[in-house]
């Protein structure tokens, strides 16, 4: 997995669609995502299958007492570009401890280090429980200033989605990953079939 810091919303918008193959360019990267900090941050996430690299750090990144992923790579807004490897299954359960970042809401100290690694084992805590243990206050805000959405947008748009996002909900950081859509005709799936202008062929 590479990490790409960026700048400027132009920049990152731009370098999704290109990974993405939105210029027609296949083969393209086997997994392309970007997390978007605030309008001009985001950490774009470039990855693709391989065998053992010696040369390169393997990072457990789904153990107990790691770093909320989402945390862990914001650092490299800083850091820099960085190159590791990352087993296959704790990618794909690299956000599930903090729950995307709704933890941090209802568990403002989850991502301290000795909480992670003394309590890290409990996480994600059980939604029932954590109603259950809930303040009144809490529970107003997590049920009036939260933003729960997946929306398949044409990346060719994203950067008026990101406009939009920030004018209705001000909510930051955003999780955006490549999603292709076939044309297989009308009524074969949930999803309209794309307008012809958006079809890469």
Known sequence: ???????????YCDMIRTLSGDEGEYPTSDYVEATIYSKNEAVVMVGDYSDHNPSLQVNHVARWYKPWFYEYIKGFLSEGKHTELIPLREYLLRDNRATFWVAES?????????????????????????????????????????????????IRKLEEQIEKSEELFDAYPLLVYR???YDRGDH??????????????
């Open 179 to 181: 999603c292709r859509v």
């Open 188 to 201: 074969s799936s949930q999803l309209k079939p794309p307008n012809k202008e958006r079809i890469l062929s």
């Open 106 to 154: 209802m568990i403002p100290f989850g991502n301290n280090p000795h909480f992670r690694l003394l309590f890290g084992w409990l996480l994600p805590p059980k939604p029932a429980f954590l109603k259950f243990t809930t303040m009144l206050g809490v529970c107003n805000f997590t049920f009036t200033k939260q933003v729960f959405q997946d929306i398949v947008l044409p």
């Open 1 to 11: 997995m590479t990490y790409i810091p960026v700048k400027s919303m132009e920049d």
